[in-house]
């Protein structure tokens, strides 16, 4: 069984006791949240249903940590003017564990 939900934009593949990182959610670590933009459920992998746009179904989830994901250098130089710029950026993760597909 398996679902495929829109979570802040971006569309996952979700199974039940399965952990994903989704980008940050404003709650806290040990809450629930439930997501209800369920775009495709398939209970086996013969039979599917698609939503138009979103089906009537929720994923129930449970925050387990805030991450952040390794850090990327962003370096800009202009030649023969002396310009550099050294910047790094880490990206902020929620890590949800799936509990239940509705």
Do not use: C, W
């Amino acid at each position: 069984m398996f679902a495929i939900v829109n979570i802040k934009g971006s569309q996952y593949k979700v199974e039940e006791n399965q952990k994903v990182y989704v980008p940050k959610l404003r709650d806290e670590k040990g809450s629930k949240v439930s997501f209800d933009k369920v775009i495709m459920f398939s209970p086996d992998d013969n039979t599917y249903e698609v939503g138009n746009p979103f089906l009537d179904r929720k994923i129930e989830a449970t925050v387990l940590d805030h991450v952040k994901d390794e850090k990327v250098i962003v370096f800009k130089k202009k030649r023969r003017k002396g310009f550099k710029v050294k910047k790094g950026h880490r990206q902020q993760y929620s890590q949800i564990s799936i509990d239940k597909i509705l």
